[in-house]
């Protein structure tokens, strides 16, 4: 079987990406509205795999327990970029979230950035540390303003 071509991978997220910030909020916002904290997408995620997850953390407590907005916003938006250059959009994440939660919606547009500025794609090149792993005199700094 050959490999597809002209398959443009992150077409669900330059749509996003064209979006207004107010109608992108407004986008993410909903995409989460109906998490439950249940962990799913944390507990099927192969990358998962820290002695102690950042959300079972008490000192410090960096997000709170609840079903508060604010505490399931910074859930799944600490959750991604602590993926951001491991994860190889495997699914399981979604397969797993028992409320149909796109979560790949948070980890492909970083994995998309990951590539466009750092030439980087996680589970291509097994050696070496995914970028935000690593700190190089000469990384990119054109995102400090």
């Not at 989460?32 to 962990?39: F, G, L, S, V």
């Not at 944390?42 to 795999?49: D, E, G, K, V």
């Not at 190889?88 to 979604?94: I, W």
Request: proline share 8%.
């Amino acid at each position: 079987m050959t490999e597809q071509q002209g398959v443009d991978r992150y077409e669900d997220i330059r749509a996003v990406e064209a979006m207004d910030p107010e109608a992108r909020w407004k986008y993410f916002e909903e995409l989460i509205r109906p998490c439950i904290r249940c962990y799913a997408c944390r507990n099927a995620c192969p990358l998962c795999y820290c002695p102690t997850c950042f959300v079972d953390e008490s000192r410090p407590q960096w997000v709170g327990k609840s079903l508060d907005p604010t505490d399931v916003r910074t859930f799944h938006f600490l959750r991604a970029f602590h993926c951001a250059g491991r994860c190889t959009d495997c699914g399981a994440c979604e397969r797993a979230c028992p409320v149909g939660i796109k979560v790949r919606q948070f980890t492909k547009k970083l994995e998309k950035e990951i590539l466009d500025l750092y030439h980087f794609e996680a589970g291509v090149v097994p050696e070496g540390r995914p970028p935000l792993d690593v700190f190089l005199p000469d990384d990119p700094d054109n995102f400090i303003k």
